[in-house]
Each structure stands twice: as structure tokens, then as C-alpha cells.
């Protein structure tokens, strides 16, 4: 995980532009370079994590060009041979092949050849002109903006790195690049497209997601770093630890990490598990109620967000990641994020038809930038760790979303039965585990973080207060106390920018059956039961 900051305009002083770059320094600690060309001012904290020398140090600078990126390639051996008889690499390091594919390709063939999480800015001396792009999902974060006298553009990782250089600041969105030549962005892939779908039927699809899962899992192992894994023991991280100790050595133990309250927490003892069966070297971690407060404007700092269920899925993430810098060695961590939203979540049980789900499913790949990614990504790099994320891999997420939508609908009386039984032969996990009910993050490191977020909420604001409310945030206006205290943080610190996010994550209410939901915790659903156990 790395942060960068590139400004195409000279209104700055050198002062101003390292005081910038340095409100992402957590993402990139080891190392920090600023490099100006012809009027382009590049900035560059790294986290080093492929080719640990200093050769791996960006920005990159050759064939005429300058770059920085914050990313992994997974597919840079294949990339480095396709180019080694036309350019001859200096470093072990993935995005090497950036600069190359770029010279010999253009930026949009380019763009589509990756196979990676990234975000990267280039500018290519001879026409003088800036490129930059970001990966389908969104795993990597990246904003742009306008300077504030000359209206030139300026890229960043965070939104924050912008807030004194720019007026204007928006998230670059995933699956786009912006063309400098004809001074316009490009979608170039969007994050739901299914060019074609599946006819495979259950059995063939199973098989075909525990291979792609496998390959996704076995690509993010290459690492000159240490790797650990966030476990809860659900089905999610379960499924990435234990295909991750099938592929490394038998001699290897994989390192597993988990987080819950010091009341009744749910994940603990399935993560425990989990552990256990698979011989990790696991280390738990306890949270308080002081904790969780004394971390919260923190965490909506590091999140650049408003949103209810993010800021309470991220509160335990990031005291986790927080404590895992602090007592371990490692730089990379492995998570279990982006499945819920392909194979779906608590409330997709819900969902009226194949046609619906589909649609769902499709919109919360879409907006995963603005969420479950989001709260990854600055969860880990604000810690100084990078993440990495299997289930958004580009060929799995691809093929699950062409799969038939009605086999991933809850026929079964179980969520989620499609990837269940691609990995119910093997032994891939205990059997309790494999059929463990979802449980939210939020909820299941214990249901009174939530309870105590309220709570708190409720001891700071009147009744009169969150009816002000509708006057003072007319964009996305807070509905609950808790709504309002997440979005007065956030205004102190980004005053004006709530558009940054386009709304609260809840459940899809135009159904029927989820109409009066009026909170994103699965614990108000009427399917949660086990869930909570």
C-alpha cells in the first residue's frame, strides 16, 4: 500500500505540496520522494512490499515518462515477458511494466490488460500530457481535483491530500482512465459488466468459482513482505485462510488475526476455530467501549465518510489492523471483503426474483468504492499494512456475476449456498463453519459496539437537534442520532464534501418485504436468527 499525490500546475510552493503528500504518509512509510517535471510535481510515500530495494522506489522514470502507482499487478510476469525484447527492466517491482505497456500499447489497450488492484497517475514528457486510471473495483483509492487559482488538475490517493490544493474534489471512479490527450475520462470497463452470460448449471459453477477462488487466493500470495490474514470465522475469510494454507508450504503457518468486544463477542469463538482446525498462528485481540470511542473521529478521518454501517464495520477493523502493525512485522494483510456483495448478503434473501437480484448485485459492485472497499483499504493502509482482496479479483468476480442468478438466490434456506458447496468436498473447513449463518462485521464482534455507538449518540443530541438536522444537511440528511454525530465529524473535517458519497448503505427498501427497514444492521432483519449466535 502506497499514497501519492501529482499536481499539474507550479501555484504551489514545495512546502504546500509536501504538507499535502504527508496527510497520506501512513499508507507508505518506508520511503518518501518528490520529483518535479516540467511543471508536473509528483509525490510518493511507499510501503514497500515487491522488490524491497531502493530500484522499487517511484515515481518511475524512463522511456519519457514519469509514474507513480499505488497498486499490484498480478499479472506483471506475463506483462514483463511480453516486453522484455523492447525494454529492459531495473527492478523487481510489479509496476515496472506500467510505463512499457503504456509506450508500446496506448493507455486504453493498456488499461485493459492489467489484472490488478491499482490506481496510478502518468505523464508522458513528449506530448505533455497526464494519464491516470484506477482498477475496476476500486480496491485501490484514488481522487482528483481542480487547483484553486488555475483550475489545473491535481490526483491523490486520499481525499484529504487534496483539501488544501483543490475547491473541487471528487472520487476518480473505478473502471475509468483519464485521457489527457482529449481532456476527458474514459469508462473503460465497468465494475458489473457481464459481456456474456453463463449457462453453466449448479454443479459446473461450483466447480468453476472454488478454481477461480483458488487462483484468485494463490496471485496475491507473491510477496517480498510477511502476509497475514484477517479471520472472523466467517464464511468469507474462513475460505480465503484455509485456501491459503493449502498453497504455501506444509511447513509454513499462516498468520490469522481476530477482534471482538470484551461483552459477548460472536466472532471470536468461530475465528478460534477456524484457527485451530487449520493450525494458524493466531492471535485474538479485545476491544472496550472506550475503545470504540475514543477511536471514532479517528476513524471517520481515515475513512472520508459519513456512512452509518461503515463507520461501525470499521471501528473494530481498524483498532485490529492498528494493534497488528504494532505488535507484528507483516506490511501485507489478506481479507474476505467482496463476496457479500456477489453472492449476497443477510437481506438479498429478500429479493423478488432472479431479475432483482442481479440488479443488486450489480449495483453494490458499482458502489463498492464508496464501502466495504473503502473501509478495507483505509482500515489496512492507515496502519500502514496493504490489503488484499481475492474475492474482487477480476476474473471470479467477472464469472460470478455471469453466472445464472437464479442458482445464487436463496432457495436453499441458506445465503451464500453457491460458494458453500463449491468448497463442501475437501475438507476445506469444518462443517459448522462452511454452514455458519452471515453475520455483519458490526455486529458479530459483538453486538454491543453497536448498542454503546447509539448510546453515546443519543447522550449528545436532543430530539430537536436531528430535527435541525433537515435544515443543516439537506444532501443525504442524518436521520438518526447516530447519523448526525457520524456527519458533524465528518463536516469538521471535510466541510462541504458529503458528495463524495452518494448515500447511506442500507437494504434495498423498494422491496416489499424490506420497506420498513430503516437500519443497515442485518440485526433488524427478520431472517438474522442464527446469525447472532
Not at 483539501?163 to 458489473?192: R, S, T, W
Not at 493450525?279 to 478521518?301: A, C, N, P, Q, W
Not at 449463518?437 to 449518540?457: P, Q
Request: net charge negative.
Amino acid at each position: 500500500m502506497c499514497g501519492f499525490l501529482a499536481v499539474d500546475s507550479k501555484e504551489f510552493s514545495l512546502k504546500t505540496f509536501d504538507e499535502a503528500l504527508a496527510k497520506n504518509e501512513d499508507r507508505g512509510p518506508d520511503m518518501t520522494r518528490v520529483f518535479d517535471e516540467k511543471g508536473i510535481t509528483f509525490g510518493f510515500n511507499r510501503l514497500a512490499i515487491m522488490d524491497l530495494s531502493d530500484s522499487g522506489m517511484q515515481p518511475f522514470e524512463c522511456l519519457d515518462c514519469t509514474l507513480v502507482c499505488n497498486g499490484e499487478i498480478y499479472n506483471y510476469p506475463e506483462l514483463k515477458q511480453n516486453l522484455e525484447t523492447d525494454y529492459q527492466f531495473t527492478s523487481g517491482s510489479d509496476c515496472e511494466v506500467l510505463i512499457p505497456l503504456y509506450r508500446k500499447y496506448g493507455i486504453d489497450t493498456m488499461v485493459k490488460m492489467l489484472d490488478g488492484e491499482f490506481a496510478f497517475v502518468l505523464y508522458d514528457h513528449k506530448s505533455g500530457k497526464i494519464y491516470a486510471a484506477r482498477d475496476i473495483i476500486g480496491i485501490r483509492p484514488m481522487f482528483y481535483g481542480f487547483t484553486k487559482k488555475e483550475g489545473k488538475l491535481a490526483f491523490a490517493s486520499t481525499g484529504k491530500t487534496l483539501l488544501d490544493l483543490c475547491a473541487e474534489i471528487h472520487p476518480f471512479l473505478p473502471g475509468h482512465y483519464y485521457d489527457g490527450a482529449k481532456g476527458k475520462f474514459v469508462e473503460y470497463h465497468a465494475p458489473d459488466l457481464v459481456s456474456k452470460m453463463a449457462t453453466d448449471d449448479f454443479d459446473q459453477s461450483t466447480r468453476t468459482i472454488r478454481d477461480l477462488l483458488i487462483k484468485a487466493v494463490d496471485k496475491r500470495l507473491a510477496s517480498d513482505a510477511p502476509v497475514g490474514y484477517l479471520l472472523s470465522g466467517g464464511l468469507d475469510s474462513s475460505l480465503v485462510c484455509s485456501i491459503a494454507d493449502r498453497l504455501l508450504p506444509e511447513d509454513a503457518k499462516i498468520r490469522t488475526f481476530a477482534i471482538g468486544m470484551d461483552k459477548n463477542p460472536i466472532d471470536l469463538k468461530y475465528a478460534r476455530e477456524v484457527a485451530d482446525y487449520l493450525g494458524s498462528d493466531h492471535t485474538e485481540f479485545i476491544m472496550t467501549r472506550d475503545d470504540v470511542l475514543k477511536s471514532l473521529r479517528e476513524v471517520i478521518y481515515t475513512l472520508e465518510t459519513w456512512d452509518i454501517t461503515t463507520i461501525r464495520a470499521s471501528i473494530g477493523m481498524y483498532i485490529l489492523c492498528k494493534r497488528i502493525h504494532e505488535t507484528t512485522d507483516l506490511k501485507v494483510i489478506m481479507t474476505g471483503e467482496c463476496s457479500d456483495e456477489l453472492f449476497g448478503y443477510k437481506y438479498t434473501d429478500f429479493a423478488p426474483s432472479a431479475e432483482e437480484f442481479q440488479k443488486e448485485a450489480a449495483k453494490r459492485l458499482r458502489e463498492l468504492y464508496m464501502y466495504d472497499v473503502l473501509r478495507a483499504d483505509r482500515c489496512i493502509s492507515a496502519n500502514s499494512l496493504e490489503g488484499r482482496v481475492p474475492f474482487a479479483d477480476r476474473d471470479f468476480a467477472e464469472y460470478v456475476m455471469s453466472i445464472d442468478p437464479d442458482l445464487k438466490m436463496n432457495h436453499y434456506h441458506k445465503g451464500k449456498y453457491l460458494l458453500r458447496k463449491a468448497f463442501a468436498e475437501g475438507e476445506w473447513l469444518p462443517e459448522d463453519i462452511l454452514m455458519r449463518e452471515k453475520a455483519a462485521f458490526s455486529d458479530a464482534v459483538g453486538h454491543s459496539m453497536v448498542d454503546d455507538l447509539k448510546e453515546y449518540a443519543e447522550s449528545k443530541y436532543t430530539d430537536e437537534d436531528l430535527e435541525r438536522a433537515k435544515d443543516k444537511y439537506r444532501y443525504c440528511t442524518p436521520f438518526t442520532k447516530e447519523s448526525l454525530l457520524y456527519r458533524d465529524i465528518f463536516e469538521e473535517y471535510f466541510p462541504g464534501k458529503a458528495d463524495w458519497i452518494k448515500d447511506f448503505w442500507m437494504p434495498n427498501r423498494s422491496w416489499d418485504s424490506l420497506k420498513d427497514v430503516n437500519d443497515p444492521s442485518a440485526r433488524v432483519l427478520s431472517n438474522y436468527g442464527a446469525s447472532g449466535k
